[in-house]
């Protein structure tokens, strides 16, 4: 006589409690990869997408080193932004308001940048129309040579592109990267130093070394 063996119940529940545990422990890793992924062709596009519009704006209304682009200045940003906006294709706009950016927003060090929107401090945000969240701030040439590893000697309008909009980490060199206007056209910030792309600094850098890493984050 054959006599047919199978699993007892308790032997599925352990198996499948193993099976479980395994995919517990594996699963986040494998979406942290795809998220990785989709970040940074999301990256790839938008700065296509800022320096195909950055050249039409040149061939339009001069260099930028002319656009009087000033710090702490309303009227520069909605200038810069004015500039841009034909080559754009958004879902909707904050003109110094919220609905378009993430908070709060984090330097790559995880300490909170902006916690909340801030009126007094004028930005101008926007988002395409694939999700993609821009944030528009003009920042003084001091900043943008030390802080933003760009070598200028004026004012210059610094783009905060948030490839998930606002969903988490909302970290600056994590789902966050910095790009500048420049006389060159629209730049990766960290071009003429990544020297501070650390987990403990502001992350602005990073923007560089992710492309010459060939769009990795590797830090």
Not at 51 to 62: D, F, K
Not at 74 to 92: A, G, L
Not at 94 to 114: A, D, F, H, V
Request: one cysteine or more; proline letters at 4%.
């Amino acid at each position: 006589m054959f006599i047919k063996k199978a699993f007892t119940l308790a032997e599925v529940l352990i198996t499948l409690g193993i099976i479980g545990v395994v995919a517990s422990l594996t699963l986040p890793d494998i979406k942290q990869g795809v998220d990785a992924k989709a970040n940074m062709a999301a990256l790839q596009k938008t700065y296509s997408t800022l320096q195909q519009a950055t050249n039409m704006a040149i061939s339009e209304h001069e260099n930028p080193i002319y656009w009087g682009m000033v710090d702490n200045s309303t009227e520069s940003i909605n200038k810069v932004y004015s500039y841009y906006k034909p080559y754009f294709k958004m879902m909707r706009e904050c003109p110094n308001s919220p609905g378009c950016w993430g908070y709060p927003t984090r330097y790559l060090s995880k300490t909170i940048y902006w916690s909340e929107h801030n009126t007094s401090w004028y930005q101008y945000a926007f988002t395409f129309t694939d999700g993609v969240s821009v944030l528009i701030d003009i920042y003084p040439a001091n900043s943008i040579r030390s802080d933003f590893g760009i070598n200028v000697d004026y004012d210059a309008a610094v783009f905060f592109v948030d490839v998930n909009s606002e969903k988490n980490p909302n970290t600056i060199g994590r789902d966050i990267f910095c790009f500048v206007v420049t006389e060159r056209g629209m730049v990766p910030a960290g071009m003429n130093n990544t020297n501070n792309c650390k987990t403990n600094t502001t992350g602005y850098q990073c923007t560089a070394k992710i492309i010459q890493d060939g769009w990795r984050i590797t830090y």
